[in-house]
Every structure is written in structure tokens, then in C-alpha cells.
């Protein structure tokens, strides 16, 4: 990729960047003509996608840029309502890159679903017996969806966990039947629910139980995806600080997050601001992706941060972030939904892991941004300087108003809508904005 194109690019026209990917050849004429008329939902698909359709929710789409990721460049689509965070996706992986960029590491990609059976008269004989049955289940799972198995993917292993009674609580004993499935290139939601049911006759029988329901799990710990990155503290310095407080100051940051869940929580938010965007522009399921990530975020009994910063021997800064991401390259909308197509073809990727690999990566460096302005200048300065737009917008301002009022409230202390309105108010010569 040719990335003198994509300098400055923010401060171009939206058909300037557009011309700007084109040089780039990242995008081709097909896709300069769909992003100019704005990836719009054709009413019957919509209609036919949901139910009880009335129109389209609309949101900006955009690109971070910078993201070099097992050593190859990507410009990483992203579907958001929030100023600051595509900047600060961008600054972030501008630095990781300049340290060489983000490693990758994507576990097999396998999936779990869940069978819980209730009044088991003996559980641990059943445990016994489901296992010594193993062969049986998988086949019956494979036989529930065949054409997974047609193309190399399919059941591969089942376990079994037995939840005792909370007589306390009043909550009965379950016998809870995992699988563990690939799915290749799809999330597979479908295609478990579709195994998960189609096991549970032989379960009853197998067991004596009684089938309380069978469901995919979005706690996905069999489909981890990891990105790391090792930034030397030179490159980290900013104000008065050097990179050597800089890096300092971040592990500190995680710490804090580490040990604190009320951090923790806004420290993970930061994280998913990069990670929905993405998800959501590739057309996947991102109630998933975010149910998956804060329970994951929870798995040592306590809610902590998602990312780790560390200081290696040489005194670089180590970033790390580990998540689930059971993501598809395939299935759902992504294959038909205009903004899922073109996110596909400016990111280019192959597979589902790939996908996985940018997802990581987009994470890190949103974390990495937000605490490195957290720990130096705050938070407010990059994010209200650019969150001054929408306020102008939402007080009112139309036209070149909007400009003019954005620049106004760099200046003010107060970046507030009342400050807004009344400056508004004196753009426009009058004493109140209706
Ligand atoms: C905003 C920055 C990036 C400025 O940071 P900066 O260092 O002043 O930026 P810069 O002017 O030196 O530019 C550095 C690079 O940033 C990018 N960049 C710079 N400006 C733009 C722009 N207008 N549009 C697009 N990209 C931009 C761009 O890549 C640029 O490189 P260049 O292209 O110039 O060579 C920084 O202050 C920052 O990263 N802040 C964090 C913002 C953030 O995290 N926002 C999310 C919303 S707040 C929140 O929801 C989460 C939070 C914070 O609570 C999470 C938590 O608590 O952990
Ligand atoms: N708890 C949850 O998260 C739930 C989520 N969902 C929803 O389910 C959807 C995702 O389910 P999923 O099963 O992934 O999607 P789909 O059922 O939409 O698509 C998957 C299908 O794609 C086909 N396919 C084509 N090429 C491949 C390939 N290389 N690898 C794998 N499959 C391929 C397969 O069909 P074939 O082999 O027949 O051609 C496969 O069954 C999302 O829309 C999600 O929102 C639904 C229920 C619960």
C-alpha cells in the first residue's frame, strides 16, 4: 500500500479520501461509486432482515488508518457515533507501527454450545456415560448439520460440567453437555443451535434427564484471539512527560484497572469502542463480541482490565490484549449488507482469523490512546476538541456554522450545549437559539 496518499488525511473532503484510497488501490471504481451514495440498505432487504420494519438507523462510516499487523497494512473500516475514537485508533496504531507493529496470535477457531439437562438421577454416572458415548454425540451433532461436515468443520469434542443444587438459592442441580464445534468461517450460531438440538433426544435417553434447552455459548474460550505490541519508551514521550514516565504511567494505568472493577469497566469500554466499530462495520454480531469480552473480562472472579501494559528488561512498554472474538467471515448479513461488502474489500481479508487479527489489534491500540491521553494531557483535550462538531450540531448550528461555532468552543473553557447556544446565539446576532 502506498500510505504517502494517505497523509493528512483527515484533513481532507470525504471524496478526497475517497480519491485518497483509490490511489492507494485499496479501493476500485465499483466501491468509489457505492461509498459516494452512501452504502445505503435497500428497503426489501431491510424489511426482510428484521421484523416489524419501518426504515434505516443510519451511522458515519469511516476509516482508522496506520494499522500494520503481522507486518501488513491495513486500513481498518469502522461504524460509530462517537467523535475521537477513529483518531484516536489512528495515533495509537501510527505509534505501534513505527515499533514495528502489532503480533497476532489466533487460537483454532472452535465454538461451544450447551445442552443443560435437569433432574439427572445420577450425575456423575451420566458425566461417565455421555463420555464413553462421545462418538455418538458428535455424530448426532454432525448429522444435525451435515453440510458444516461437507466442508472439513463439524463436532469435534464434548465435555461435561456438573453444576451442583443451590439448595440456598433453591436452584436445581444441572448437568450442563458442552460441544465443541468448528465452524470454519462462520461465527455459527446457527449451525450449533441447529447441533445443540439435534443432540438432545440421545442425551435424554443417554442420561435419564430432561432437556432444560440447547444454545450456543458466546462465552467463546475456545476462540481466543491475542495482539501484542512492543513500544520502545522513546516513542512514547508527550508534553511534559517523557516516554520513560509516559510508559511508566501506563502500566500504572493498567494497574489501576487491573485492580479496580469501576476502572476496569471504563477502561474496557475504551477497548470495545474500537472493537463494536469494527464488528459492526464487518457485518458481524456485536452483542456477542461484547457479551463474550466482559465476561471474559470477568474470568478470575473479578471484573479487570482486558489489556495488560508491562515493562520488558530493555524498558520497553508491552502491550497485550486477549479476548474472544467468534467473528465470521461468512453467514449473517455480512455477505449482503452493503457496509459489511466494502468493509470486506477495504480490508482485504482472506478469513475469519484475519478478521480476528485486525479486531485484536483495534483494541490495543484504542486502549493504548485513551490511557496515554488519560495519564498525560486528559481525556477532555483530544476528545472535546473533536467532539466540539457534534455539539455545534446539536445546538443548532447548520452550514458553516458548524465550523465556526466547532472553533469557538476550543476556546472555551466550558465545552457545554449551554455555551454552545449562547455562542451560537452571538454567531448569529441574536440573543437566544430557539
Ligand atoms: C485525539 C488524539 C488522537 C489527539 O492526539 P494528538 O497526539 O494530539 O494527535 P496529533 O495531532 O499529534 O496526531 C497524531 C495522529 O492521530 C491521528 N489524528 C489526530 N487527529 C485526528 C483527526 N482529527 N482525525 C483523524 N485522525 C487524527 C492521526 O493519525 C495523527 O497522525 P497524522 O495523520 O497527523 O500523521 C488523542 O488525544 C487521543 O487519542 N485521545 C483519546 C481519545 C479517545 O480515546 N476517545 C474515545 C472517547 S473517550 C472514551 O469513550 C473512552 C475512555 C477514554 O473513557 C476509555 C478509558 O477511560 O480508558
Ligand atoms: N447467541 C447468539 O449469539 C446468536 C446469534 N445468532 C445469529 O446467528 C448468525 C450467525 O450464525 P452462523 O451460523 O454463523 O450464520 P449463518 O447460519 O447465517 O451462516 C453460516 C452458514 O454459511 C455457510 N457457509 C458458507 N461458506 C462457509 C464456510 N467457509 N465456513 C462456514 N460456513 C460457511 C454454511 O452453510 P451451508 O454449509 O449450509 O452452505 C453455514 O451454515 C448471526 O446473524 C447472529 O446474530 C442467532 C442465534 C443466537
Known amino acids: 500500500m502506498e500510505s504517502n496518499y494517505l497523509q493528512k488525511f483527515y484533513d481532507k473532503t470525504p471524496d478526497e479520501r475517497i480519491t485518497a484510497l483509490q490511489s492507494a488501490g485499496i479501493l476500485d471504481e465499483e466501491a468509489i461509486a457505492n461509498l459516494q451514495e452512501g452504502l ?3 428497503q426489501e432487504i431491510a424489511d426482510n432482515m428484521i421484523e416489524n420494519q419501518l426504515s434505516t438507523y443510519e451511522l458515519p462510516y469511516g476509516v482508522a488508518l496506520n494499522f500494520l499487523i503481522d507486518g ?80 472439513g468443520g463439524g463436532a469435534r469434542r464434548v465435555s461435561v460440567r456438573i453444576l451442583p443444587a443451590d439448595d440456598v438459592e433453591g436452584i436445581p442441580a444441572f448437568l450442563v453437555v458442552h460441544l465443541h464445534v468448528e ?59 517523557s516516554g520513560d514516565e509516559v510508559r511508566d504511567r ?70 497485550s490484549l486477549t479476548l474472544p472474538l467468534p467473528i465470521g467471515a461468512v453467514g449473517g448479513s455480512i455477505n449482503f449488507h452493503p457496509a459489511a461488502k466494502m468493509t470486506k474489500e477495504i480490508l482485504g481479508y482472506r478469513s475469519a482469523s484475519e478478521l480476528e487479527s485486525i479486531i485484536a489489534s483495534v483494541g490495543l491500540a484504542q486502549n493504548f490512546s485513551a490511557i496515554k491521553a488519560l495519564v498525560t494531557e486528559g481525556i477532555q483535550k483530544g476528545h472535546m476538541g473533536l467532539h466540539s462538531r457534534s455539539l455545534a450540531i446539536s445546538a443548532g448550528a447548520v452550514g458553516q456554522e458548524i465550523e465556526q461555532l466547532s472553533q469557538l468552543l476550543k476556546g472555551e473553557k466550558n465545552m457545554n450545549l449551554a455555551t454552545a447556544q449562547s455562542l451560537l446565539a452571538q454567531i448569529r446576532g441574536a440573543d437566544t437559539v430557539d
Open 40 to 42: 445505503k440498505l435497500p
Open 72 to 151: 501488513k497494512d491495513y486500513v481498518v473500516p469502522m461504524a460509530i457515533e462517537e467523535p475521537s475514537v477513529i483518531a484516536a485508533a489512528s495515533a495509537g496504531a501510527k505509534i505501534i507501527a513505527k515499533a514495528g507493529g502489532f503480533r497476532t496470535t489466533i487460537q483454532k477457531r472452535v465454538m461451544i454450545g450447551q445442552v443443560a439437562l435437569k433432574n439427572v438421577p445420577d450425575s456423575v454416572a451420566a458425566e461417565q456415560l455421555i463420555l464413553s458415548h462421545e462418538e455418538n454425540i458428535l455424530q448426532a451433532a454432525n448429522a444435525a448439520h451435515p453440510s458444516i461436515v461437507k466442508r
Open 183 to 241: 465452524t470454519l468461517e462462520a461465527m455459527g450460531a446457527n449451525i450449533i443451535n441447529t447441533m445443540m438440538e439435534g443432540v438432545i433426544p440421545y442425551l435424554e435417553r443417554l442420561t435419564g434427564g430432561e432437556a432444560l434447552m440447547g444454545i450456543l455459548s458466546n462465552y467463546a474460550t475456545d476462540c481466543l484471539a491475542t495482539a501484542e505490541c512492543r513500544i520502545p519508551a522513546a516513542l512514547l514521550a508527550k508534553g511534559e512527560f
Open 250 to 319: 501506563l502500566i500504572e494505568a493498567y494497574q489501576f484497572a487491573y485492580v479496580d472493577p469501576y476502572r476496569a469497566v471504563t477502561n474496557n469500554k475504551g477497548i470495545m469502542n474500537g472493537i463494536d466499530a469494527i464488528v459492526l462495520a464487518s457485518g458481524n454480531d456485536w452483542r456477542a463480541i461484547s457479551a463474550g469480552a466482559h465476561a471474559y473480562a470477568s474470568r478470575s472472579g473479578q471484573y479487570r482490565s482486558l489489556t495488560s501494559w508491562k515493562k520488558a528488561e530493555n524498558g520497553d512498554l508491552l502491550g
